[in-house]
C-alpha cells in the first residue's frame, strides 16, 4: 500500500486509509480555498454565450444547474426558433412536398409561433429561406396541399390572383372559371366595375321583382279603401 500524504500541505500520512487532511487546520485551510476558487470560477450561457459567475449569498448548487446569464436569454431559449420548426417537417418522397406536423388550423394551414409572434409555417419557412415577402402580397401553395413549406411550391402572388388561381378549389375561383351562366346557359357580361353577370337572367329577376313591388302596392292600395 503506497504512503498517502496531505493534499493541502503534503504532509506524510502514513499507511492511513480514507485520509486526505493531516488535521483539521488543513481540511478547513483545503475548504475554504476551495470556496474561494468556487466564486471566481465562470462559465458560458448556452444561448448568447457570455461568461458569467456566482451570484454572491446564492447556494452554489445553483450557480451549477443555471444554464444562461439572464432572464432575458432564458426566455429567448423558451422561444420558437426555425430550427426548431424545421424539424416538424416531413418530406413526401412521392410528391416533394416538405409537409407540416404540428399545429394546424381548421383552414388547413399550418400555423406557429416564432420570434414572440403567430405565423403560418408556409410564411416563416418562405422568409427564412427567400427573404421578406411584399406587403399586400401572399403565397399560393401551386401543390394546393395546404401543409406544405416547400419553398419550390410556393409563389409570390397578389389576393386576387391567389382567390382565382386556376387550380385552385375555392368558390370564388370556380365560380370565375365559368364561361356561360348555369341558369340559362347565356353568355356574362362584365359590367364597369368589373363585376359579372347574366344579363337575361338579370332581366327575369328585374321583371319578378317589379310584378311583386305593383302586386304589394295594389294590395295596400285596396286594403286602405276596404
Known sequence: MA??????CNKSLGLATGQRYCSLKCYGAARHARKEAFWT??????????????????QPSEFKRKRFCSRQCRGLEHRNRIDRVLEQILVDQTSGCHIWTGMRLRSGYGMT??????????????EHRRGPIPEGMQL????????CCN?????????????L??????ISARYYRREKCPLCGGPFTVGPDGYRYCKPCRHHNLMAYQRRYRAAKRKEKYDRHA
Not at 41 to 58: A, H, N, Q, V, W
Not at 165 to 170: F, L, P, V
Open 113 to 126: 409561433r416564432l420570434d414572440n409572434r403567430w405565423i403560418l409555417v408556409h410564411r416563416a419557412v418562405w
Open 3 to 8: 504512503n498517502l500524504s496531505c493534499e493541502q
Open 151 to 163: 419553398v419550390d411550391h410556393l409563389r409570390v402572388v397578389t389576393p386576387r390572383e391567389n382567390a
Open 140 to 147: 399560393d401553395h401551386v401543390c394546393r396541399t395546404r401543409l
Open 41 to 58: 470560477t465562470s462559465k458560458p450561457c448556452e444561448m448568447c454565450g457570455t461568461l458569467f459567475s456566482p451570484i454572491p449569498g446564492r
Open 165 to 170: 388561381a386556376e387550380n385552385s378549389r375555392g
